[in-house]
């Protein structure tokens, strides 16, 4: 097991922190070609992980994704993830800017 994603340069992940896997691996490890449905909540690492070249966004119908205002702009994150073919069919926005949504393929 472990997480998917980056650490920020110049931090060191616990010793005991599972491992970080890249998106290449993930999807190596999982055997994936396909995903029906991307659960994604990863504290702001959203934004890096899933941008409009992401293969594991490339493979996916549905998204439910809570998109963090204090890593980036969710509005402009939003509009990148509708270039990626996706349109928003439900979402509910926080005090502090964020986001939860779901979104499917177009």
Not at 38 to 66: H, N, P, Q, W, Y
């Amino acid at each position: 097991g472990g997480f998917v994603g980056c650490l920020p340069e110049g931090v060191e992940a616990e010793s005991d922190a599972p491992p970080l896997l890249s998106e290449d691996d993930l999807i190596e490890q999982g055997q994936l070609t396909h995903i029906n449905f991307l659960k994604c909540d990863v504290e702001g690492g959203e934004f890096g992980l899933l941008t409009r070249d992401s293969k594991l966004l490339a493979m996916t119908e549905s998204l439910g994704i809570e998109i963090h205002a204090f890593s980036g702009d969710v509005r402009h994150f939003m509009s990148e993830v509708k270039k990626g073919g996706f349109q928003f069919v439900k979402f509910s926005w926080a005090p502090d800017g964020s986001c939860t949504a779901l979104a499917k393929r177009i």
